[in-house]
């Protein structure tokens, strides 16, 4: 019952500060002299880093007096929005089909992933959480569909980044030699022991803090954020899994500083910011002391032996938005459709 | 409605009329119904046309297809036979708990009415959160619900539990006592009373009600989705196959679920009215 008082006074905290983010927070520094305003627009997981990068930021030549105005939210809704006129200088969004939607709508210059890191800012890769002590044994993909195992993933077809994790279920079965039958069966009998598919990221994760489910199907840095915080679990980095490439891009018509905020989230500074928050960095050689949250907090990303990339082993967004998740023809689409059939 | 008269059909009618006896609108009322107009048109009617408008874009067999398609339909059947079966019980247990709120003394009933209203109060999200916590794997009752049909069934019964109650209860506050003795010293059975002294008093209420908890059900997104976990063919409520349209960018298919979800609540709307009116006139 304490427990459950826990949740519920979260809850209740959370929807408060849900209605706050609503209106359009200004995290700006009051003493800013310039009236220089970077409108953020992200998906919900790396409003803590950006944050953080944010006062990093403030404390430079050419970030003082720069103020911020943030919304965060899931990952497609957030594009449409600003395709549809929310005014923004810089997006960081879940996946690349997002900012693409941006560069058809000509909001965004179609150079965007031309940079040193291809347009990507963040990254991450797809892990198990599982109750503390790891009780059911789970460390591969195999243990995932042994039977009586219960997931929780979030619903690929109504959330983009859920879209990592069944990509990994997929891929894994190719990276190990596997053939595409052989992947969609391994899809099946994955979705045949999903027990929930919650709307969103964070709805999964609440799912999975709640009691539903032996594994849960999420990122390193929202498994690292959420043991930041206190939750108790842990997670598995299995042997071969999905590389997750959260992309960002500045506006055509984006107020000029902003360059200078994205070079300054890809340089060293921003990405020691994101790495604390559990994110992977996207460049060569930082240096991170200790990150949180993390399995061995000294060394908190370990080398994946086998990384699947979205551009080397699925071809691009665009490509594989139509094999795996379209409406009717999708090869996820399909084994999610089947999985209820079944029972 | 100050008096309670035996003769409810004509007050019924009285009251449809609005008052214009003339038929001739006053310069008042005249700009009350512009407002109330532009007021309603672009809340409701502008919206919903545009709904429509983008659900008819990719055609008929376009908009048929994606009713149809095999999740959707399950989601569909699933979402209103749920809100349906949720309304009829809310018409029954609302009009009790009405009752009891209205007729009885107890310890505790201002704090009762005051409970009643938190579901319309709670952000859904949150609502969805205390159901699953309550009623989850970790439940401290021992009622696990979670990711089964019940669930869905559950966050419809919290959602949609002050409608009724609501709407009854100042119609049953009004209600003539003596209307009842009246009744009994004409020798009227309780029962004959009720069926046909109260009941048709109550009816219009109790049909608003019905209506309203019929809608809402039928929209319910937040409070359930933590605690149904969206499974296909299962547990899966329409407004998650809308929110799967949208992130394919399918727009028209999303907007033609929303349409068949308007048409099937407009049904049951007018529905609800004509069953109410019957009971009126036989009361």
């Given at each position: 019952m304490r427990r459950a008082l826990t949740i519920i006074g979260a809850a209740v905290a959370l929807s408060l500060l849900g209605g706050a983010c609503g209106g359009g927070d200004?995290?700006?520094?009051?003493?800013?002299?310039?009236?220089e305003t970077i409108n953020i627009v992200g998906f919900a997981v790396p409003e803590a880093a950006n944050k953080a990068i944010a006062d990093e930021f403030g404390a430079t030549p050419e970030g003082e007096g720069v103020r911020f105005r943030t919304s965060y939210g899931a990952s497609g809704d957030q594009s449409r929005a600003v395709e549809s006129?929310?005014?923004?200088d810089y997006v960081h969004f879940s996946v690349a089909s997002d900012v693409t939607r941006l560069v058809d709508a000509g909001l965004?210059?179609?150079?965007?992933?031309?940079g040193p890191t291809k347009g990507i800012v963040s990254r991450s890769i797809v892990v198990f959480a599982v109750r503390e002590g790891n009780p059911k044994g789970i460390d591969s993909w195999d243990d995932l569909v042994r039977p009586g195992i219960e997931i929780v993933t979030p619903n690929p077809s109504s959330s983009g980044a859920a879209r990592w994790n069944a990509l990994a279920a997929w891929g894994q079965v190719i990276a190990d030699g596997g053939t595409e039958e052989e992947a969609s069966e391994y899809l099946d009998r994955f979705f045949a022991n999903v027990v929930s598919l919650p709307g969103s990221g964070r709805d999964a994760t609440t799912a999975f803090l709640g009691?539903?489910?032996?594994?849960f199907m999420t990122y390193e840095n929202e498994a690292i954020l959420a043991r930041q915080h206190g939750e108790e679990f842990d997670y598995v980095i299995p042997e071969t899994t999905m590389l997750i490439e959260n992309p960002g891009a500045i506006l055509?018509?984006?107020?000029?500083?902003a360059q200078a905020w994205l070079d300054f989230v890809l340089g060293e500074e921003g990405q020691r910011q994101l790495a604390l928050k559990g994110f992977r960095p996207v460049i060569d050689g930082l240096e991170v002391d200790e990150v949180e949250g993390a399995l061995d907090p000294s060394d908190p990303f370990p080398e994946v032996a086998n990384l699947l990339t979205v551009d080397e082993d699925f071809g691009s967004w665009s490509e594989l938005s139509k094999t795996?998740?379209?409406?009717?023809?999708g090869i996820v689409t399909k084994a999610i459709e089947k999985s209820g059939k079944a029972s | 409605m100050a008096t309670a008269t035996l003769d409810r059909g004509h007050l019924v009618r009285r009251r449809a009329a609005g008052g214009t006896r003339t038929g001739r609108l006053t310069a008042t009322s005249g700009v009350g119904l512009g407002v109330a107009l532009l007021w309603f048109s672009l809340l409701v009617l502008i919206p919903l046309s545009a709904v429509v408008a983008t659900a008819a874009e990719g055609g008929w067999s376009a908009f048929w297809t994606s009713i149809t398609a095999p999740q959707t339909a399950a989601a569909i059947r699933l979402t209103v036979g749920f809100a349906a079966l949720v309304t009829v019980l809310n018409v029954v247990t609302g009009t009790i708990v009405a009752w009891v709120l209205v007729r009885d003394r107890f310890p505790g009933k201002r704090l009762l009415e005051l409970l009643i209203d938190l579901p319309f109060a709670l952000p859904t999200i949150v609502a969805g959160l205390v159901l699953l916590s309550l009623y989850?794997?970790?439940s401290p009752f021992g009622v696990d619900v979670a990711n089964q049909r019940s669930a869905v069934f559950l966050a419809y019964l919290f959602v949609t539990l002050p409608f009724v109650v609501r709407t009854v209860q100042p119609v049953l506050e009004e209600l003539d006592p003596e209307v009842e003795e009246a009744a009994a010293s004409l020798g009227a059975s309780r029962f004959t009373t009720f069926r046909r002294v109260i009941l048709p008093s109550l009816a219009p209420a109790i049909a608003a009600g019905a209506a309203l908890s019929f809608a809402r059900g039928v929209s319910e997104y937040g409070s359930l989705v933590l605690l149904s976990g969206?499974?296909?063919?299962?547990?899966?409520v329409t407004s998650v196959r809308i929110l799967g349209s949208i992130e394919n960018d399918n727009l028209p298919g999303a907007a033609s679920i929303a349409t068949i979800l308007l048409v099937i609540s407009l049904v049951v709307l007018v529905l609800l009215d004509v069953v109410q009116r019957r009971m009126v006139r036989r009361g």
């Open positions: 200004v995290a700006g520094r009051a003493d800013g002299g310039g009236s006129g929310l005014e923004a965004v210059a179609d150079t965007w992933d031309d009691g539903t489910g032996d594994v055509l018509d984006a107020t000029p500083v795996f998740f379209d409406e009717t023809t | 989850g794997q970790d969206n499974l296909p063919f299962r547990t899966e």
